[in-house]
């Protein structure tokens, strides 16, 4: 009898992964409705729209107890205890562009906190994957994230909110610190960068103004991959601020960003 973790991984890689090919077939096909939601560079697509219907069809299929949470509005309760949170393309600007970094995440939690995480990136055949206490693993291969120990030698990732009057006061914030890490990337989507500090290719990553489904897969998969996760403080995610990195460089990154101008 397989443990509870390992029987929900499997559905949200069957899931994730059927809604990503479908996602990717579509836009290489061409997108026919693109519409905004909080600002005018805030887009949903008829991809985002269909991947999170096959999850959540899905979903509902195998566990209709479940409580569902999706980007594109699903909003329904259940009895079983489990709570999943989707968000069926991650990176929304990233996809409308056709540019490969976009992924699909999905997580689930229990009242013990998360249970599982996936995030599949299509574009680059990638499946990040964790359950609680089992370790994280890409494509089945255990990942662990790096050892970078000094901010000088850190590759730190971030994002700016959709509303621009949050990106200007984010984007002074990195003026005040670039001179002091390795260098600065934004590639556009949170679960991505979190998955890349998870496996090593990032040192770190902070963003503010996140929702639960951008970060609930993918913080796990942090975790599992020996991260220390965070607000931006340094406290325990509780909202829309997420910090992720090694342990080692975590206090570090926490004092970078109040020193420059952080929260
Ligand atoms: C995106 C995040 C990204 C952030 C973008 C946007 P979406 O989510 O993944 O990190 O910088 O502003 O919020 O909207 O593509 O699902």
């Known amino acids: 009898m ?6 929900l991984v499997a559905l ?15 836009r290489k096909k061409g997108l026919t409705e693109v519409d905004t939601k909080s600002t005018a560079t805030d887009m949903v697509t008829e991809f985002d729209r269909a991947s999170e219907r096959l999850i959540v069809d899905g ?20 009895t079983s205890g489990i709570s999943w949170f989707v968000d069926p393309i991650d990176g929304t600007t990233n996809f409308f562009y056709d540019l490969p970094n976009w992924c699909v995440s999905i997580g689930a939690k229990d009242a013990g906190g ?3 995480g996936v995030v599949y990136v299509p574009a680059l055949d990638e499946m990040f994957t964790a359950t609680r206490g089992g370790g994280a693993w890409l494509n089945g291969k255990q990942i662990h994230c790096g050892s970078i120990a000094e901010l000088s030698q850190a590759l ?19 003026l005040r610190y670039i001179d002091k890490v390795r260098d ?21 990553y902070y963003e503010e103004y996140l929702w639960p489904w951008d970060y609930v897969a993918a913080d796990l998969i942090a975790r599992e991959a020996g991260c220390r996760t965070g607000d931006l403080t340094g406290a325990p995610i509780d909202n829309r601020d997420v910090l992720i990195s090694n342990p080692t460089l975590f206090p570090q990154l926490v004092t970078l960003i109040r020193e420059s101008g952080g929260k």
């Open 59 to 78: 979903l509902i299929e195998s566990r209709p107890h479940d409580a569902i949470v999706g980007e594109e509005g699903t909003s329904r309760d259940g």
């Open 12 to 26: 949200a890689e069957k899931l994730a992964r059927s809604a990503g090919s479908l996602a990717l077939a579509g």
């Open 2 to 7: 397989t443990d509870l973790g390992t029987d």
């Open 114 to 116: 998360t249970v599982c």
């Open 184 to 204: 600065v990337r934004r590639f556009g989507a949170a679960a991505i960068d979190i998955c890349y500090v998870a496996c090593g290719r990032l040192d770190g």
């Open 156 to 174: 730190i990732c971030t994002g700016f909110n959709y509303d621009s009057s949050n990106r200007v006061a984010q984007a002074e914030r990195i």
